[in-house]
Nanobody, 131 residues
Framework: QVQLVESGGGLVQVGDSLRLSCAIV???????????MAWFRQAPGKERQFVAS????????RYLDSAKGRFTISGDYANNMMYLQLSDLNPWDTAVYYC?????????????????????WGQGTQVTVSS
């Protein structure tokens, strides 16, 4: 059973930075080769929103437009960890951030950014940006 465990959320001020982590706990060889990892977020009363995706071991990344230049997704392949570095945070970044994974390589951008394409989800970590 694949399990994704997020951590690193918290309460920060406008302009601050934060690094979210996602531990990929799996029973091998559920995932092998190139597969897709991503971060989504959900603010109160809003739908879940794509933030960034990473093609595991291939390195291809995609970002929400408003995240470009501020957020960086990365992976530590040896230790099965994924990260989302958040910088220059503002109040509308406040949300629960979720780690997601699918064993398929989602090369199409519309697939990679769609939460319906992901089979595995973490429990989420809260990020609150205070003004």
């Amino acid at each position: 059973q694949v399990q994704l465990v997020e951590s690193g959320g918290g309460l920060v001020q406008v302009g601050d930075s934060l690094r979210l982590s996602c531990a990929i706990v799996k029973s091998p060889p559920v995932f092998s080769g190139t597969y897709t990892m991503a971060w989504f977020r959900q603010a109160p009363g809003k739908e879940r929103q794509f933030v960034a995706s990473l093609m595991w071991r291939a390195g291809d990344t995609r970002y929400l437009d408003s995240a470009k230049g501020r957020f960086t997704i990365s992976g530590d392949y040896a230790n099965n960890m994924m990260y989302l570095q958040l910088s220059d945070l503002n109040p509308w970044d406040t949300a629960v951030y979720y780690c997601a994974a699918d064993r398929r390589p989602l090369w199409r951008s519309d697939y990679a950014s769609s939460d319906r394409q992901y089979s595995y989800w973490g429990q989420g970590t809260q990020v609150t940006v205070s003004s």
